[in-house]
């Protein structure tokens, strides 16, 4: 159920909050998004590809906030369920401590001369051997792309099927890929309810919206493999609301700001500004308030909720009904997605997230730092 949720999204933005630090032929892939509710019972969406030599399709989730990939392999202790078999594959090679690619992986390690490394993902820890061999996304194939081959996982909040991370650091695909696809890249997220492969990653310059409002990207050095915008403010029907500037400022010492994520269910914002739009949404919402699973501003019964719009630089994103409330499983009860974050972390960031994105077209164009969103229907 959508409603349990929100837990996950609290360990989820407690994860992002912790990122900080101190010329060939472009090629075009179209490759198929589904929502990871029905398949999975995740909040992520997973995207459909093939790994090895012959390739084994698998499910991966998508998240444009991290950079490492992994992928359940044959052995691992602690997987849900094994996706790729190593032996199986002719192109597949585990690499050593002294490759390059062995310095760019997170908390790296040698076992013997094998690359390992070790990460936390959300409430998850895991150990993943450094490993290489072709992706194929749609009909173009990456030969020799790097990624972690699960062997140990603790801990339940780990996609089960793996993970493909678009993020902006040295090992994401987008790194991985820069001479395909030059760094660019957009998706439409289907409605987390539907059960088909409706939505599409679109990778490469080719194809992409052209006709788009666009609003600059931002980098953050304390957190550099995310997708920073400037969020100028909120309007609920005609009336904007009054959100402390603080609470929405970009801060590349801190690492404050807003962020654009896929893998955050409900958009969360920091706890000033949340409750500057949580408390205009109920002056404008005719009904006695109430509760339902993490979420504070919830109505019995049939209510007209107030359009709201999503403000940034150069660009205003207009959110439909479906991208701003939630209904229960019986449907009688709807309520605001979306939440504060978490307060107990250093400079929170405002995460934008996927269910305030989806059936939009959002666009990432890196080389010009520039991010594009517009209505597009993909059920």
Known sequence: ????????????????????????????????????????????????????????TILMA?????????????????CSSTVFDTTNSSSYKSLDCQAPQCKQAPNP???????????????????????????????????????????????????????????????????????????????????????????????????QPTHIKTTPLLKNPRRPSLYYVNMTGVSIAKRMVNIPPSALAFDPTTGGGTILDSGTAVTRLVEPAYTAVRDEVRRQVNGTVSSLGGFDTCYDGQV?????????????????????????????????????APANVNSVVNVIASMQQQN??????VPNSKVGVAREICT
């Open 109 to 207: 390690s040698c076992d013997g001369s094998a690359c390992s490394f070790n990460l936390t993902y959300g409430g998850s820890s895991f150990r993943a051997n450094l490993s290489q061999d072709t992706l194929t996304l749609a009909s173009d194939a990456v030969p020799a792309y790097t990624f972690g081959c699960l062997q140990a996982v603790t801990g339940t909040s780990l996609p089960p099927q793996g993970l493909l991370g678009l993020g902006r650091g040295p090992s994401s695909l987008l790194s991985q890929t820069q001479d395909l696809f030059h760094s660019t890249f957009s998706y439409c997220l289907p409605n987390f309810k539907s059960i088909n492969f409706s939505g599409t990653l679109r990778l490469g310059t080719a194809n």
């Open 1 to 56: 159920m959508m409603l349990g949720l929100v837990g996950r999204d609290e360990a989820r933005v407690l994860y992002l909050t912790s990122l900080a630090v101190g010329g060939k032929k472009e090629k075009k892939s179209f490759v198929p998004i589904a929502s990871g509710r029905p398949i999975f019972q995740s909040g992520t969406y997973v995207v459909r590809m093939s790994v090895g030599t012959p390739p084994q």
């Open 62 to 78: 998508m998240d444009i906030s991290n950079d490492a990939a992994w992928i359940p392999c044959s052995g691992c202790v602690g």
């Open 360 to 365: 939009l077209r959002v666009l990432f164009d």
């Open 304 to 340: 007209v909720w107030p359009a709201m719009t999503l403000h940034f630089n150069g660009m205003d994103v207009k959110l439909a009904v479906d991208n701003l409330i939630i209904r229960s499983t019986s449907g009688n009860i709807s309520c605001l997605a979306m939440a504060a």
